[in-house]
């Protein structure tokens, strides 16, 4: 079975500019969650959700905005990027929303914000 | 003060011998943990998960968690040059299920 897809791999971007970034979850997942993570740090919660709905949202700016879409599949869209955006974006699925479900993350988007 | 901690390392551990990586966490409600290994450039690869105080094994890797002590490891037995990658410990509380908090991870190094 295939695992959690992401695209595109690499980017390079802008400031000012704006990013979408998808997400296709592991067949059968219904649960979507985006993390960001900066070289030498562990990844930062940005949101999650499951069946279509926002479940939780990290501590980040209203310039980071995600959706699902009926096949599960996710989007995160980044606006007026800044230079401190640059990051590895990883998206995880999991079978649903709890506590008890494991995530399992897919390859990144690498974006470099120049 | 972090809510899961972890000592960046890195940890050099000699072939064949067993790796014990330790991780704390601040939040008393959280309910799930797990482990996940990441080699540099890729993302993390889930390797175990555990809710429940005790052991957990799979092959070479335990897991053992005790919520008394609000600590989580990992041990690696009969540890090779492949498992040298960076471990992230992270956590799940179920007043916020739909967030997992991750340590900034321990590098790990094993020395033929």
């Known amino acids: 079975d295939a695992g959690v897809t992401q695209s595109p791999t690499h980017l390079i971007k802008t400031r000012g500019q704006q990013v979408t970034l998808r997400c296709s979850p592991i067949s059968g997942h219904k649960s979507v969650s985006w993390y960001q993570q900066v070289l030498g740090q562990g990844p930062q919660f940005i949101f999650q959700y499951y069946e279509k709905e926002e479940r939780g949202r990290g501590n980040f700016p209203d310039r980071f905005s995600a959706r699902q879409f009926p096949n599960y599949s996710s989007e995160l869209n980044v606006n007026a990027l800044l230079l401190g955006d640059s990051a590895l974006y990883l998206c995880?699925?999991?079978?649903?929303?709890?506590?008890?479900?494991?995530?399992?993350f897919g390859p990144g988007t690498r974006l470099t914000v120049t | 003060q972090k809510e899961v901690e972890q000592n960046s390392g890195p940890l050099s551990v000699p072939e064949g011998a067993i790796a014990s990586l330790n991780c704390t966490y601040s939040?008393?409600?959280?309910?799930?943990f797990f482990w996940y290994r990441q080699y540099s450039g890729k993302s993390p690869e889930l390797i175990m998960f555990i809710y429940s105080n005790g052991d957990k094994e799979d092959g070479r890797f335990t897991a053992q968690l005790n919520k008394a002590s609000q600590y989580v490891s990992l041990l690696i037995r009969d540890s090779q040059p492949s498992d040298s990658a960076t471990y992230l410990c992270?956590?799940?509380?179920?007043?916020?299920?739909?967030?997992?908090?991750f340590g900034s991870g321990t590098r790990l190094s094993i020395r033929p």
């Open positions: 995880a699925s999991s079978l649903a929303g709890g506590a008890t479900y494991e995530q399992y």
């Open positions: 939040d008393r409600g959280s309910q799930s």
């Open positions: 992270a956590s799940r509380g179920i007043s916020s299920a739909s967030k997992i908090i």
